[in-house]
Each structure stands twice: as C-alpha cells, then as structure tokens.
C-alpha cells in the first residue's frame, strides 16, 4: 500500500511527488507511467532545451499569461512563483538563465539536465518510478483501487498528473466531474495568399483582427455599410512572422491561445485584418502617402519604401494595390493611393486551418477549476483526489508559462497532500 500514487510521470507529477517526500519523507510514493520513458514533454520542450519558466516574478502579472486560470492561479503563484522554481533547481546546482524575451531555461541549453535532476532527485528520495504502468482505472473504495495494465496498487492518496489524456479524463468524469472539452491551443495560421508567398521569414510589429467570415458573407449580401462597423472577435498586437504555410509569431500565437475556443468552433476558417503600421490608421497612412508623393514624385513607388515595414513586405502590398514596377509616385492616382494604405492598414487574410507550432503546443480543457480547491489542489467532489498540471482546465501562452503551471500546482498539491 502506498501513502501516494502519482498518475504519470511528467513534469507536474515529479515535482509534485520530489516535494511531498521531501516534505515527508517517510511517505511511500509511486509514480505510474504508461510510457518507457518518463518526462517525454520535458524531453522535447522549448526545443530540446526547455524553457522552464518566465523571469515574471510578480504573480499579479504572471497570470495575465493565462486565457484560462488567470483568476485560480493567483493565489497558488503567491505561494510558489517562478522565483521558487529558479530556487528549487539552484539548490540541485542548475543555474537557469534569462533570454532577451524572459524566457529561463537550463544553461546547459539541453532539457536532459532537468531530466537527471528529478530523476536523481527521486532516487535519492525512496520514490518509485513505475514505467510501462499505463493506469486504466482508480476507485476510491476503502483506499484507492488504481489498476494499471500490469497489476493493481492500493493507496492512500491519489494525484493526477496525466497531462492531456483523454482516457483519464474520462475516468475523472466517472468519479463525478465536469471536464471542459479540449481544444488545441497554441497554433500558427495557415493562408494562402500571394500577398505572403516567396516572403517566408518576413518579422515585423503588426495589429492582427479575427472577425468571423460567415458574418462577413451575411452581412455584405444584406447591406454593405454594415461591415464597417462589425466588431472584431479577438485583438492582438506584436511581432508577427510571415512563414511557408502563412503566418506565426508572438501576435498569432497569442491570438490562437486567447482565441482557442472561438476560432475552434469557427472550424479555424476566419478571417484576419492586419494593421503593418499599428502606430498609424488609414487616414494617417493615406497623407503619409500624399506627402511621399509630392516629395519623391520622380522615383518609383516599388523603389521608395515610404514606411518602416521590411521591403519585401512592402514590395508585396505595393504589388497588390495594383501598381507596377516601373510606376513613379508622380503618376499615382488617387484610387491605388487609397488601395496601398488599405494594404498597409486593413489587410484582409482568409485563413484556412492551422498548423501546429513545433516548439510548445497545448490543449485547453480539462478538468473544470471550479470543482477544484486551489489551496490544496484536492477535488472538492472525491476526498483524497489531487490534481496537477495540464489535466486541470488551465493553459498558457508560450514562454515558459504552461511548465510554471505544472510546478505550482504540483507543489501545491504536494502541500495539500502532506498536510492533510
Ligand atoms: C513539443 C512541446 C514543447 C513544449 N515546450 C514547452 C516549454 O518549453 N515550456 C513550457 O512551459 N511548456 C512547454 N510545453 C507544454 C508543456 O510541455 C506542458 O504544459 C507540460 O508538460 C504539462 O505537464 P504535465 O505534467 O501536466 O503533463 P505531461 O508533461 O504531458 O505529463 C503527463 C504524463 O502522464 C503520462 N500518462 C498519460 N496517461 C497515463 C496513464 N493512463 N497512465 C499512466 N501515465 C499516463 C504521460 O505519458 C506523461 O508522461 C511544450 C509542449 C510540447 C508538446
């Protein structure tokens, strides 16, 4: 019998179970895994290098980074922020490392160091890792009843630290819980459009609208002037890259995080209006232009980049305003004036699906916070029930966000467990 049995072997499930022993050490602890190998995320994250957590240390601010458990996680964050994460591994002897973006990761730039620290780590503390231990069900009977492919444990306490795995949640929503539907969160754009093409690699600061295009098509068939004033569904503003299949970047990424459920239940076919010059606005552009006009009436319009945009993108947009190569600014009319500050301003995207981005990608959903106590982590529908990490209905955007989840709440739950 055991006093705790982790369900599964990644981040949140080892740092939760190195801080109860540690806590205590005389409890028994098991970690059940269903893979050959445990922490196959951390393995993989931030690159290879993995991008532990955010030089965010004021938690008021870290949980801005959350579209979901922004509210829930304030409290934990007070107990365990990123600066007690740099401490815990500090104390292992791995010095973390900030980027130009915040972002921390092992200075050994390689993931395996965070591997061999919890690794060791439980070793030295009594815990038993069980791999090839894909759990199939836990009932509370007199203890808990966890029966794995192999055999069957009897324990205690139970923590659920299974990630995104549908079957578990499955099990969860039989012991009485509500679990949020999972959508993918943290995605690129995929568009086609001759606008973007040969220009992969193209970064540059831009304002980025989602508006439904469903409501577009409606509204334009039943009265034209309405679509100036239909609202966008999402907004965001930053770094954008131009890439083979459309577009990614800080501001799309950000956006697909935000947006996971409505862009899911648009079938990721929307539509964006892209600002390139966020400082400005049409009018604004439309004089810029005039000015430009009088100025450099002689040289070509293609030649003479009259915005901070990078010249390839502007190439494009001069392109698709319908002026020629050889066009002088002197012989612009006034109608391909108002077209290229429409590019420059309000371009318009079709987006047809996603692709995933390789460097961190997450699932919102899961089980639902408020059927969970955050001083404690334990369910507050089954006594002796915890739950960790990306299992619960939390999520981030990328950075370093979405393993800070899995650390609190693992070490909250670790608290929760000991203490009870
Ligand atoms: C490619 C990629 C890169 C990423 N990079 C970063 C990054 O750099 N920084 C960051 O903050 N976030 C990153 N993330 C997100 C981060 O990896 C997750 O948020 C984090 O791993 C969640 O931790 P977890 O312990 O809750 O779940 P997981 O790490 O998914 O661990 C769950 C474990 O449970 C096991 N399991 C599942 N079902 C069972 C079962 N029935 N029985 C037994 N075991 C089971 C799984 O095999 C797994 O080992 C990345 C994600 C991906 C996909």
């Given amino acids: 019998m055991f006093d705790?049995?982790?369900?599964?072997g990644g981040a949140a499930g080892f740092y939760s179970a190195i801080h109860a022993a540690t806590i205590n050490p005389?409890?028994?602890?098991?970690?059940l895994e269903k893979g050959k190998e445990v922490l196959g995320k951390v393995k993989v994250s931030g690159g290879g290098r993995c991008n532990v957590t955010h030089a965010q240390f004021d938690p008021t601010e870290l949980v801005k980074n959350y579209p979901r458990g922004e509210k829930e996680l304030l409290g934990p964050f007070h107990k365990h922020c990123s600066g007690d994460v740099i401490s815990f591994f500090e104390e292992k002897g791995i010095v973390l490392k900030i980027e130009d973006d915040g972002r921390m990761f092992p200075s050994s730039n390689t993931s395996q160091t965070i591997i061999d620290c919890f690794l060791s780590e439980a070793s030295k503390l009594g815990i038993q890792i069980l791999k090839h231990s894909g759990v199939l069900s836990f009932e509370p009977k007199n203890v808990w009843e966890v029966v794995t492919i192999k055999k069957t444990y009897r324990?205690?306490?139970?923590?659920i630290a299974t990630g995104s795995?549908?079957?578990i949640w499955k099990n969860i929503q039989e012991l009485g819980h509500s679990i949020v539907a999972p959508v993918p969160s943290l995605f690129t754009f995929n568009i086609k459009d001759s606008r973007i093409k040969g220009i992969s690699g193209v970064s540059t600061n831009a304002r980025v609208a989602v508006y439904d295009r469903n409501l577009v098509d409606a509204k334009i068939t039943i009265k034209l002037s309405s679509q100036k004033k239909r609202k966008p569904l999402l907004v965001d503003e930053g770094p954008l890259l131009i890439t083979h299949w459309g577009m990614s970047g800080p501001a799309i990424l950000k956006l697909s995080a935000w947006g996971a459920r409505i862009l899911n239940s648009l079938k990721y076919k929307f539509e964006v209006h892209i600002n390139w010059l966020p400082d400005h606005y049409n009018e604004s552009v439309l004089k810029l232009l005039n000015e430009i006009k009088e100025i450099e009436s002689k040289k070509t319009v293609l030649r003479t980049k009259a915005v901070d945009i990078p010249r390839r993108l502007w190439t494009n947009l001069v392109r698709a305003a319908g002026i020629g190569k050889d066009e002088k600014w002197?012989?612009?009319?006034k109608e391909k004036l108002l077209k290229l500050s429409e590019q420059l301003t309000d371009c318009r995207f079709i987006v047809d699906g996603k692709s995933t981005f390789k460097e961190e990608f997450v699932t919102a959903g899961g089980v639902e916070l408020s059927e969970?106590?955050?001083?404690?982590m334990e369910s507050k529908l089954v006594s002796n029930l915890y739950f960790a990490g990306e299992v619960i209905n939390v999520d981030a955007i990328t950075g370093g966000f979405n393993f800070q989840n899995a650390w609190t709440t693992g070490?909250?739950?670790?608290?929760?467990?000991?203490q009870k």
């Fill in 330 to 333: 002197a012989d612009i009319t």
């Fill in 165 to 167: 795995s549908s079957k």
């Fill in 155 to 159: 324990a205690k306490k139970v923590l």
């Fill in 26 to 31: 005389k409890l028994k602890i098991a970690i």
């Fill in 4 to 8: 705790l049995i982790v369900i599964g």
């Fill in 411 to 418: 070490y909250i739950a670790a608290q929760g467990i000991t």
């Fill in 372 to 376: 969970i106590n955050f001083k404690t």
